[in-house]
């Protein structure tokens, strides 16, 4: 990734942007998030299939914020996540530099938020055959049986809540689960309030989540949390049309229209 | 051995629906006593997290209802709890919560018989169900007093 060095060692250098927020080497065999602030650590940028992990989280970070302000490397996933943190206002176009990185691994470069919206749109979220499967799957369960199933599944979480912390939309300073006056959730990690966290998250990413899969990537245990968030990707284009992040479009639980169509309200 | 009788709880809005419940009653329409009305200033208030909290405290079956379509007293409330009710719904019919336990209306302030037919045909359906006992056995975890 030569031109990402090269382009990232003269942002630094001419102070175009304080920070770089890229992937670097891990340990063991892994990458890891990192943030150069001397144009001579450029070189320790990489880019390749191991770097899975949304950058685009740290955007939101005060810790992150304070560096200045950041050039942030953006393969498709973190794309859509700087549209949707956009769209909710939480950035702005000249409060960043974004580098982004086609499936071909070249280097792309935006001029406005607008250019990243026109690139994607032909790049747009589509759910996996695997995945359509596995929900299809559940949802052929009776009902007691998939209770079952998600109660199981739910089982190992220990509510280190690294799904929340890895998700880019998850950027509340105080969050719902922390409340206690009311305790909205269980503190512990029984089935009850295993059950309630994940229905609490699932439903603040409705009609947001960017199907990055950050969350379950993240998870120690290998919960699919990401199957909730794929189903209601799913709801959402088949209820209200159109899924992805927008900037012209309001999010679809913070909008309507007067026509929604449902059929089990009497 | 007595009948099941269903706990059901009813989050209504303040202008429509609890307005149409308190008709039921002036106009002395009997119906079923399963019900606790909880008021809302709008459906647009009525958060998930409560429906899940009534589960959690023993509840058999819940009644949501607010003003129809276009007659919301603050515009859009209501049109902003369908589309959240139409996206919760989905998720917990995929953690398989019965959703036919949950009975979503619009009864307008003028729709006192309504209501009564609502409330009679919810409790009739929850007793057919029978108790939620799935839900219960996973909230039998703050039966213990050492654990709320």
Redesign the interface.
């Known amino acids: 990734m030569k031109a990402l060095i090269q382009k990232t060692a003269s942002l630094l250098k001419s102070n175009a942007v304080q920070v770089v927020i890229g992937y670097g080497k891990g340990s063991a065999d892994r990458t890891r998030a990192i943030f150069l602030t001397k144009v001579e650590d450029c070189e320790q940028l990489i880019f390749d299939s191991r770097c899975v992990q949304n950058l685009a989280v740290y955007l939101t970070k005060a810790e992150i914020k304070k560096l200045g302000k950041p050039a942030i490397v953006a393969p498709i996933p973190v794309l859509r996540s700087i549209l949707q943190l956009a769209s909710e206002n939480q950035i702005t176009a000249d409060s960043l530099v974004v580098l982004g990185i086609s499936p071909e691994n070249e280097l792309v470069e935006f001029e406005s938020l607008a250019a990243i919206e026109t690139y994607l749109s032909t790049k747009q979220i589509a759910i996996d055959e695997k995945y359509r499967k596995a929900i299809d799957d559940i949802k052929a369960m009776p009902v007691g049986e998939r209770f079952e199933y998600w109660v199981k599944e739910l089982e190992s979480c220990f509510k280190c809540y690294a799904c929340r912390a890895a998700c880019p939309l998850c950027y509340c300073t105080r969050c719902t689960v922390e409340n206690n006056q009311p305790q909205w959730i269980s503190v512990g990690s029984h089935p009850l309030g295993n059950l309630e966290w994940h229905v609490m998250r699932a439903m603040h990413l409705a009609g947001r989540c960017t199907d990055c899969e950050a969350c379950f990537k993240a998870c120690p245990m290998g919960i699919p949390i990401h199957l909730l968030t794929k189903s209601m990707l799913q709801d959402v284009s088949d209820n209200f049309g159109s899924t992805g992040p927008s900037l012209h479009k309001d999010n679809t639980l913070s909008s309507f229209k007067p026509d929604d169509k449902e059929s089990f309200i009497r | 051995m007595t009948e099941f009788e269903p706990k059901i709880v009813a989050f209504v809005c303040n202008w429509c629906t609890y307005a149409g419940a308190d008709l039921t009653g002036t106009s002395r329409i009997k119906y079923a006593q399963n019900v606790k009305i909880i008021r809302f200033p709008c459906t647009g208030r009525i958060d998930?997290?409560l429906l899940?909290?009534a589960f959690?405290e023993g509840a058999d079956g819940i009644i949501v209802s607010g003003c129809h379509?276009?007659d919301c007293h603050y515009t859009?409330g209501n049109?902003?709890a369908?589309?959240?009710?139409?996206?919760?719904?989905?998720?917990?019919?995929?953690?398989?919560?019965?959703?036919r336990r949950i009975?979503?209306?619009?009864v307008s302030a003028a729709e006192g018989a309504k209501w009564a037919d609502?409330v009679n045909t919810t409790v009739t359906a929850i007793r057919e169900l029978g108790p939620y006992a799935?839900?219960a056995k996973?909230?039998s975890?703050?039966e213990k007093e050492e654990?709320v």
Request: charged content about 20%; hydrophobic content about 50%.
């Open positions: 998930f997290m899940l909290k959690g379509p276009n859009s049109f902003h369908r589309r959240r009710w139409i996206m919760f719904r989905g998720l917990l019919d995929l953690l398989g919560i019965d959703v009975q979503y209306s619009w609502v799935d839900y996973v909230a975890y703050l654990n």
